[in-house]
């Protein structure tokens, strides 16, 4: 019976804390879980909602006309052009298939690929590892599993693919569209084919003016 009496009460402050107050006017605010002490600035914040004044402008309004010839635009930073090249920013051919090499407004060049390097080292080696096979310093951490870029199912993978995974994120991997810019989602992708190509690298893909270097005859 003693279980039956605690559930019982249990219920009884259950359905009035969820119904005995409703439409009741109440003579002192709200106990403040977030006091403003303790939280400086994070309750009462200087902001507006939608159809409350503003003291700030003259007329009152606080809901403004956009100014002349501001254009809408619907994508991330405002320093982006407008999204007319869905190859380039999507990474979308016409009939909405992902695309296989690269934009033609980013030419595969020495400098593309050291742009590339630096973004990767920075955002994706942690994980991925320096030379893209999954052995990143996180794994000392108790990180899981993290996929070779040296496996064929991602050699094979289409560009545009890679550049929606980077994009939008996929399964453990958090999304970079916020990180790095549509021209830079191309440059890693460069640089992680050039690190894919090098692993299968043989001595006949070196040029004969740099063998020596490398003490081969």
């Known amino acids: 019976m003693r279980n039956v009496y605690i559930a019982t009460l249990f219920l009884v402050v259950l359905a009035v804390s969820v119904l005995g107050l409703r ?15 303790l939280f ?23 809901d403004r006309i956009a100014p002349t010839n501001t254009v809408p635009a619907s994508f991330g930073p405002v ?13 979308k051919a016409a009939d909405r298939s992902w695309v296989r090499g690269f934009p033609a407004a980013l030419p595969v060049t020495p400098k593309l690929l050291a ?11 942690p994980c991925h590892g320096a030379v893209g ?6 794994k000392k951490y108790g ?8 496996d064929d199912r991602l050699r094979k993978m289409a560009e545009g693919e890679i550049f929606n995974t980077i994009t939008n994120g996929k399964g453990q991997m958090n999304p ?10 191309w440059a890693v992708i460069a640089y992680v084919r050039a690190l894919q190509r090098a692993q299968t690298g043989t001595v006949a893909d070196v040029p004969d003016d740099h063998k020596a270097e490398l003490g081969i005859k």
């Open 143 to 150: 990180m899981g599993s993290v996929p070779s870029y040296h």
């Open 115 to 125: 742009r590339g390097r630096d973004r990767f080292t920075i955002y994706c080696s």
């Open 176 to 185: 970079y569209g916020d990180k790095l810019s549509p021209h830079d989602r």
């Open 133 to 138: 096979d999954g052995n990143g310093i996180i």
């Open 23 to 37: 439409d009741r006017i109440f003579s002192h605010p709200p106990m403040d879980v977030f006091p403003e002490w």
């Open 79 to 91: 320093d982006e052009p407008l999204r007319g090249d869905d190859f380039l920013y999507l990474g």
């Open 40 to 62: 400086p600035g994070m309750k009462h914040q200087p902001k507006l909602t939608q159809q409350v004044a503003s003291a700030f402008f003259s007329d009152g309004r606080s």
